[in-house]
């Protein structure tokens, strides 16, 4: 069980209902997941003293329905802008873990007038070849799970104890829309000739130990955004802000 507790509504976006979690005062600072919801929303306690926290499930994650219609990148930025007009959000400090960086990233360049600072962790989107992202497709469901963590016992206890059919079918349905995204250009060459125009102060955050997409891809989003710096975390994987409580607190000192 997470040990924040939210606020959740179910709000209708353009016809897609989701779940938005809300808790926390002062400026908005609006987190999206990246391909997995299961790992829950701890990290999040520090910063709700300082920040009104909106975490929104993904159309086809979590809570919210499926949106089959939804198939790229650019669905979702649609989506969250339509989202922030409902919700009176003018402007918003957007931190994006993983794919939800990559979605991060890209409202962003569309959209900066809207973004006042903006955190990347771990953000998928361009490729290194010589840091290459996982294959997840060549992986079995168990050795997924434990490459995203340096220390596995940290996200175990998310995990059903014994074999749980509901827990893998709802694996397999958030597996299905980020295969999607991938086949759609999720990662490609689109976002590094566009980077540029995030002119926003930009704090990217990094597992030392990210074996899903290794920390040695840092230096190359640094080069394409103008005004990003880099937090490296020791003894941390890919699932840094459920490892280090050092980094959603250098996240909420950044904003």
Partial sequence: MDTVKFQRESISVNGVRVVVLTAGSGEPLVFWHGAGSWHGWDFAAGWLSRFRVIIPYHPGWGESVDAPEMTTVDDYVLHYLEMFDQMGLKQVNLVGFSMGGRFAATFAIHHRERVRKL?????????????PMANFSQMAPDEILRHLAHDFSVIERRLPKTPDPAFF?????????????????????????????VNMPTLIVWGEEDRVLPVGQAD??????????VLRVPNAGHLVLDESADAPRAIADFL
């Avoid at 955190?119 to 840091?131: S, T, Y």
């Avoid at 086949?183 to 540029?196: A, T």
């Fill in 119 to 131: 955190v990347l962790v771990a953000p998928a989107g361009i490729h290194v070849p010589e840091h």
């Fill in 220 to 229: 190359a989003w640094k080069k394409l955004i103008p005004q990003a710096e």
């Fill in 169 to 197: 079918a709802e694996r397999d349905r958030e597996g299905g829309y980020f295969g999607k995204l991938m086949e759609k250009g999720l990662v490609g060459p689109w976002l590094p000739r566009w980077l540029h125009r």
